[in-house]
C-alpha cells in the first residue's frame, strides 16, 4: 500500500501506479459497486499503457491491493459529518466482505449507524419478520408433538404437564436477534450524530420487548438464507455481519476506526444533507411554517402526465411561500432555472423558488434574483421571485460535528429569510 492514496476528483481521471490488472481490475468492476448496472467511475489504458481511472460525481475510498484511492469531492468538507444524514443506501455503493482502517477516525460508525437505521425503519414499516421457531417445553395443554423421553420423566416426578415438541411463529427468531445485537453495539460507536443516537436507543427500547437480546456472532449471519419472505433483511444483515466483526467493536476502544471500501453519489448526499438542515432551521425558527419534502404536483399539464417533485417546499396553511431545490452541480443552458420554474407554475401560491449549491458553483449564477412573470399564463396572479444562492461548507479540519452543523445553519437561515422576505434574527 502507498503512503499516501492517489487522489481522484470528481471529473477528473488519474493514472494508477502499482495497479494490478487482473485482480484491481475486477475488483473495481464487482458488482456492489455498481449502480443501475454501472460502475461509477471509468477504468481505461491510455497511449503508453497505463492504467488510467476516471470518476464521475463520486466520493469515498477504495482500498487495492497495493494502491488506496481517494475519489475527492469538489466540495472541501468533512464528507463523513454530511454522510451521517444519507436517507437512503441506492447510491451509496460499498463492499461489506473486506474491513479496511479508514484514516478519519470515529466518524465512519456514524455513516454505519445512519445505513443500519435506514434499513431497520424500512424493515419495521413492512413488518418485522415472523418465522417458526422450535420450541421444547412443558405446557398445560398438549400441541405439537410429545417427547415421549421427557413425558416420562414427568411421570416419574409427577409433574403434571406435557412435555411438547412445537412450531412457535414469532419475531424472536434468528434474523431479529441478529438485528438487535448489532444495535446494541452499534449505539455506543456513534461518535457525534445525538439525533441519530437517539433514534437508534429509541428502536433498541422498543425491540427488547419483543425480542431476546442474545449473544449473536458473524457466523449467525452467514446461517442466514434468503428468499422471498426474508429478502428485505439482506442489507441490514450485511451491516450487522460488519458491526459484530471483533476488529470493529474494539477499534471503538482504540480511538481509531475501521470501515469499508465505499464510493457515493454526492449529488445525493448533498441533497439530502441540505433537506435536512432546512427542516430543522424551519422546525427551530420559523414557527407557522412547515416543510415538505419529495412531494408531486401533477397539475402542471392537463392532463396531469407530467409530475413534479421538488426537493423542499416551505408550507404555511394552504400556501407554498417558498420552494427551494438543492443543486450540487450548475447545469448550463438555464437547465436549473427551467426545472425550478416549472415547480413554481405546477405549485399553487408558490411565491418565491431558491436554488441553492455548494460555494464551488458561484460563478455565473444570478446574484440579484430574477422575476417570474406568472401574469402571462395566470393573469391576476403575483409575480414570483427566483433565487439562486450558494452556501459555503467549507469547514477546519478540527471543526467539530455540532459545530459544522450550527454553522451550516446559521447559514441556511439567512437564505430562507432572505427569499421570505423576513430579517433574519440575530443569533448568537
Given at each position: 500500500?502507498?503512503?499516501?492514496?492517489?487522489?481522484?476528483?470528481?471529473?477528473?481521471?488519474?493514472?494508477?501506479?502499482?495497479?494490478?490488472?487482473?485482480?484491481?481490475?475486477?475488483?473495481?468492476?464487482?458488482?456492489?459497486?455498481k449502480s443501475h448496472g454501472k460502475i461509477p467511475y471509468k477504468i481505461s489504458k491510455n497511449r503508453?499503457?497505463?492504467?488510467?481511472?476516471?470518476?464521475?460525481?463520486?466520493?469515498?475510498?477504495?482500498?487495492?491491493?497495493?494502491?488506496?484511492?481517494?475519489?475527492?469531492?469538489?466540495?472541501?468538507?468533512?464528507?463523513?459529518?454530511?454522510?451521517?444524514?444519507?436517507?437512503?443506501?441506492?447510491?451509496?455503493?460499498?463492499?461489506?466482505?473486506?474491513?479496511?482502517?479508514?484514516?478519519?477516525?470515529?466518524?465512519?460508525?456514524?455513516?454505519?449507524?445512519?445505513?443500519?437505521?435506514?434499513?431497520?425503519?424500512?424493515?419495521?414499516?413492512?413488518?418485522?419478520?415472523?418465522?417458526?421457531?422450535?420450541?421444547?417445553?412443558?405446557?398445560?395443554?398438549?400441541?405439537?408433538?410429545?417427547?415421549?423421553?421427557?413425558?416420562?420423566?414427568?411421570?416419574?416426578?409427577?409433574?403434571?404437564?406435557?412435555?411438547?415438541?412445537?412450531?412457535?411463529?414469532?419475531?424472536?427468531?434468528?434474523?431479529?436477534?441478529?438485528?438487535?445485537?448489532?444495535?446494541?453495539?452499534?449505539?455506543?460507536?456513534?461518535?457525534?450524530?445525538?439525533?441519530?443516537?437517539?433514534?437508534?436507543?429509541?428502536?433498541?427500547?422498543?425491540?427488547?420487548?419483543?425480542?431476546?437480546?442474545?449473544?449473536?456472532?458473524?457466523?449467525?449471519?452467514?446461517?442466514?438464507?434468503?428468499?422471498?419472505?426474508?429478502?428485505?433483511?439482506?442489507?441490514?444483515?450485511?451491516?450487522?455481519?460488519?458491526?459484530?466483526?471483533?476488529?470493529?467493536?474494539?477499534?471503538?476502544?482504540?480511538?481509531?476506526?475501521?470501515?469499508?471500501?465505499?464510493?457515493?453519489?454526492?449529488?445525493?448526499?448533498?441533497?439530502?444533507?441540505?433537506?435536512?438542515?432546512?427542516?430543522?432551521?424551519?422546525?427551530?425558527?420559523?414557527?407557522?411554517?412547515?416543510?415538505?419534502?419529495?412531494?408531486?404536483?401533477?397539475?402542471?399539464?392537463?392532463?396531469?402526465?407530467?409530475?413534479?417533485?421538488?426537493?423542499?417546499?416551505?408550507?404555511?396553511?394552504?400556501?407554498?411561500?417558498?420552494?427551494?431545490?438543492?443543486?450540487?452541480?450548475?447545469?448550463?443552458?438555464?437547465?436549473?432555472?427551467?426545472?425550478?420554474?416549472?415547480?413554481?407554475?405546477?405549485?399553487?401560491?408558490?411565491?418565491?423558488?431558491?436554488?441553492?449549491?455548494?460555494?464551488?458553483?458561484?460563478?455565473?449564477?444570478?446574484?440579484?434574483?430574477?422575476?417570474?412573470?406568472?401574469?402571462?399564463?395566470?393573469?391576476?396572479?403575483?409575480?414570483?421571485?427566483?433565487?439562486?444562492?450558494?452556501?459555503?461548507?467549507?469547514?477546519?479540519?478540527?471543526?467539530?460535528?455540532?459545530?459544522?452543523?450550527?454553522?451550516?445553519?446559521?447559514?441556511?437561515?439567512?437564505?430562507?429569510?432572505?427569499?421570505?422576505?423576513?430579517?433574519?434574527?440575530?443569533?448568537?
Open positions: 500500500m502507498t503512503e499516501e492514496p492517489i487522489e481522484i476528483p470528481e471529473y477528473n481521471s488519474e493514472i494508477i501506479k502499482n495497479f494490478n490488472e487482473v485482480q484491481d481490475w475486477d475488483y473495481l468492476e464487482k458488482l456492489c459497486f503508453t499503457g497505463n492504467v488510467c481511472i476516471e470518476n464521475t460525481s463520486y466520493s469515498g475510498i477504495i482500498q487495492l491491493e497495493n494502491v488506496r484511492i481517494h475519489f475527492s469531492t469538489k466540495v472541501k468538507t468533512n464528507l463523513f459529518y454530511m454522510l451521517s444524514f444519507l436517507k437512503s443506501e441506492d447510491d451509496f455503493l460499498f463492499d461489506p466482505e473486506i474491513s479496511i482502517e479508514i484514516k478519519e477516525g470515529g466518524n465512519f460508525f456514524d455513516i454505519i449507524g445512519r445505513m443500519f437505521l435506514n434499513e431497520l425503519e424500512e424493515i419495521i414499516e413492512k413488518g418485522l419478520l415472523k418465522k417458526y421457531v422450535s420450541k421444547h417445553e412443558n405446557v398445560n395443554f398438549h400441541k405439537g408433538k410429545l417427547s415421549i423421553k421427557d413425558q416420562i420423566h414427568n411421570h416419574i416426578n409427577n409433574r403434571p404437564k406435557f412435555s411438547c415438541i412445537y412450531g412457535d411463529l414469532t419475531i424472536n427468531n434468528l434474523e431479529n436477534q441478529i438485528i438487535l445485537r448489532s444495535l446494541n453495539l452499534l449505539i455506543p460507536m456513534i461518535r457525534f450524530n445525538e439525533a441519530l443516537k437517539a433514534d437508534l436507543i429509541r428502536h433498541e427500547y422498543i425491540l427488547k420487548d419483543f425480542i431476546e437480546l442474545v449473544d449473536a456472532s458473524p457466523n449467525d449471519c452467514t446461517k442466514i438464507h434468503f428468499n422471498r419472505l426474508n429478502d428485505y433483511y439482506s442489507a441490514i444483515i450485511q451491516f450487522s455481519k460488519l458491526i459484530l466483526e471483533e476488529n470493529f467493536i474494539r477499534s471503538v476502544y482504540k480511538g481509531a476506526s475501521r470501515g469499508f471500501n465505499f464510493v457515493v453519489n454526492m449529488n445525493k448526499v448533498y441533497e439530502d444533507f441540505i433537506t435536512q438542515m432546512v427542516k430543522e432551521v424551519v422546525d427551530d425558527n420559523f414557527d407557522d411554517f412547515e416543510v415538505v419534502s419529495q412531494s408531486k404536483f401533477d397539475n402542471l399539464v392537463k392532463e396531469r402526465r407530467i409530475v413534479t417533485i421538488p426537493d423542499i417546499i416551505l408550507k404555511r396553511e394552504d400556501s407554498y411561500p417558498l420552494i427551494i431545490d438543492a443543486k450540487y452541480k450548475r447545469e448550463d443552458k438555464n437547465a436549473d432555472y427551467y426545472q425550478i420554474i416549472a415547480y413554481s407554475l405546477a405549485i399553487p401560491k408558490a411565491k418565491a423558488c431558491c436554488l441553492i449549491y455548494p460555494h464551488t458553483e458561484f460563478i455565473n449564477i444570478e446574484r440579484e434574483p430574477l422575476t417570474l412573470r406568472r401574469d402571462i399564463t395566470n393573469p391576476g396572479r403575483d409575480d414570483i421571485k427566483l433565487y439562486a444562492k450558494t452556501i459555503d461548507l467549507h469547514i477546519k479540519d478540527d471543526l467539530e460535528f455540532d459545530d459544522f452543523v450550527k454553522v451550516t445553519k446559521i447559514k441556511i437561515k439567512g437564505i430562507i429569510s432572505e427569499c421570505l422576505r423576513e430579517e433574519p434574527s440575530i443569533v448568537s
